[in-house]
């Protein structure tokens, strides 16, 4: 029986995030999001994502910072995680240079590996993980994050570049927001490429 291989991963860098807001966006999608947590790790492709900037009236950053929006003006890499109607939350990556306010939120990702046990009575883990709210929860993302930097050692949550590529990555207006509304700075694939091809992942997209 052939063993399993590890994937190559390379960490991404400060310089990655530390880059303009819509170019980390748009290279976010088809990287992967690692979450190590108490069941197992978790680990999914992400395939949509948002762009924000303190210069547009949708971004949270764009009246100052508050005791809210203070990781937004921190370090490229600073995680911001916020809470919407009260009990969901979404996570953004900071982004730029320190005392900007801007971010990329995390819209959808696509399930890799260690997935499995988030199913729980659901037929398809991949619709506990396609939406914003829903995918902080089933990946069990707490707001003690908040404030963290995904390089810092003791942070569970990790981006790498494994070598996914996107095939059909499209620029699309942001969805859920009332401002700004006629920019397109969401970006979103599903379908996605590798040299040495996945096959987990390679059955959801058959699925899609």
Not at 24 to 46: D, F, N, P, W
Not at 66 to 90: D, L, P, Q, V
Not at 171 to 198: C, H, M, N, V, Y
Request: net charge positive; glycine share 6%; charged share 30%.
């Amino acid at each position: 029986m052939k063993r399993a291989r590890s994937p190559i991963k390379k960490l991404l860098d400060k310089e990655f995030y530390a880059r303009d807001t819509l170019i980390v966006a748009q290279e976010l999608v088809g990287k992967v999001l690692e979450h190590k947590t108490s069941e197992g790790t978790i680990s999914v492709i992400i395939n949509e994502t948002e762009a924000y900037s303190e210069e547009e009236p949708s971004c949270h950053a764009y009246k100052g910072k508050t005791k809210r929006t203070r990781a937004m003006f921190e370090e490229a890499s600073t995680i911001y995680i916020y809470n919407i109607y009260g009990m969901h939350k979404c996570i953004n990556f900071i982004t730029e240079v320190a005392g900007k306010g801007c971010g990329v939120l995390l819209r959808g990702v696509l399930p890799l590996r260690g997935t499995e046990h988030l199913l729980g009575k659901a037929k398809n883990v991949a619709k506990l993980l396609d939406g914003p709210a829903k995918l902080v929860k089933s990946m069990k993302i707490p707001m003690d994050y908040y404030g963290m930097s995904l390089l810092d050692e003791e942070c569970p949550l990790k981006i790498y570049d494994e070598g996914y590529s996107a095939q059909d990555i499209k620029a699309t207006p942001r969805i859920g927001i009332s401002q700004a509304k006629e920019l397109e700075w969401r970006f979103i694939a599903k379908k996605f490429s590798k040299a040495d091809e996945d096959s987990q992942l390679l059955a959801l997209i058959k699925k899609l």
